[in-house]
Antibody, heavy 115, light 107 residues
């Protein structure tokens, strides 16, 4: 079964850091570009970041540029999102998704930034 | 940044009705437009990719059309299970963006 499972969310104080992980299974992970998308509960979807198949090309939304870093470990079939200098407005459910058209999504992991 | 504007924001419809949701892009994106369905407490589900390409396992009552700046998602013969929020998403130009969503309520 093709599956993405996010982990690493939690409660963090403003200015703090978190690293999210997304474990992939059921498909050849190193053949796909991967993305992070976030959603404030009750609000819309917001694209955050993407990485190419070997991790050399990345892109970010302006709202996270310079604070978040996307990466991947193809040997471990895992996507990451390192989030630094977290702000209250980063509070959201974070999803990982496969491919430009995002045909596979994880169930999400919740990040809460609050003092 | 390309802004995607969906209409309507909300629609209350009866079963078996035909529903049309539109998505307008602020700049041309060719066919790099995808549609998703999201039900409460669930992840988004891909319905249509590249404006009009169907997805395996998605009921045939869902179809998409359009190119450039104007796109449409059509749901024929609406069913109760189609109650959800629908989003369009463009992958033609960074940063990728989503529409604000259209919530469908089934009467």
């Amino acid at each position: 079964e093709v599956q993405l499972v996010e982990s690493g969310g939690g409660l963090v104080q403003p200015g703090g850091s978190l690293r999210l992980s997304c474990a992939a299974s059921g498909f050849t992970f190193n053949r796909y570009w991967m993305h992070w998308v976030r959603q404030v509960p009750g609000k819309g979807l917001v694209w955050v970041s993407r990485v190419d198949t070997d991790g050399t090309t990345t892109a970010y939304a302006d709202s996270v540029k310079g604070r978040f870093t996307i990466s991947r470990d193809n040997a471990k079939n895992t996507l990451y999102l390192q989030m630094n200098s977290l702000r209250a407005e980063d509070t959201a459910v974070y999803y990982c998704a496969r491919e430009l058209f995002k045909d596979v999504w994880g169930k999400g992991t919740t990040v809460t930034v609050s003092s | 940044e390309i802004v995607l504007t969906q209409s309507p924001d909300f629609q209350s419809v009866t079963p078996k009705e035909r529903v049309t949701i539109t998505c307008r892009a602020s700049q041309s994106i060719g066919s790099s437009l995808h549609w998703y369905q999201q039900k409460p407490d669930q992840s988004p589900k891909l319905l249509i990719k590249y404006a009009s390409q169907s997805i395996s396992g998605v009921p045939s009552r869902f179809s998409g059309s359009g190119s450039g700046t104007d796109f449409t998602l059509t749901i024929n013969s609406l069913e109760a299970e189609d109650a959800a929020t629908y989003y369009c998403h463009q992958s033609g130009s960074l940063p990728y963006t989503f529409g604000q969503g259209t919530k469908l309520e089934i009467k």
